[in-house]
């Protein structure tokens, strides 16, 4: 069973900076991205960004561009997600995904619980 565990979410002051990660377990087979999705109650998904498991093609939504970086680390079936310059819009549930080879990428078929992230003004 896949399971995808997201940390490092938090509270922070406009212009401040976290970083997330996920960790992926229990697939047998081969991923073929990951990627970060984020929610406010009330408004429908939001996809942040998405890196493909070589680490050559990645994706941001123009919305975080230049302000979060996204990494894998295959080794340690880790995601990450570097979140700068963080502001009021940028506050959201942040949820890990994953896409299986057979599906291909962005196709997400596995999910995280979230990790909540709060920047206040």
């Known amino acids: 069973q896949v399971q995808l565990v997201e940390s490092g979410g938090g509270s922070v002051e406009t212009g401040g900076s976290l970083s997330l990660s996920c960790v992926a377990s229990?697939?047998?087979?081969?991923?073929?991205?990951m990627g970060w999705y984020r929610q406010v109650p009330g408004k429908e998904a939001e996809g942040v960004s998405y890196?493909?498991?070589?680490?050559?093609?990645?994706w941001y939504a123009d919305s975080v561009k230049g302000r979060f970086t996204i990494s894998i680390d295959n080794a340690k079936n880790t995601l990450y997600l570097q979140m700068d310059s963080l502001n009021p819009d940028d506050t959201a549930m942040y949820y890990c995904?994953?896409?299986?080879?057979?599906?291909?990428?962005?196709?997400?078929?596995?999910y995280g619980r979230g990790t909540e992230v709060t920047v206040s003004a």
């Open positions: 995904a994953a896409a299986p080879a057979w599906l291909g990428c962005p196709l997400f078929a596995y």
């Open positions: 229990g697939y047998t087979g081969d991923f073929a991205c």
């Open positions: 890196i493909y498991i070589g680490g050559k093609k990645i």
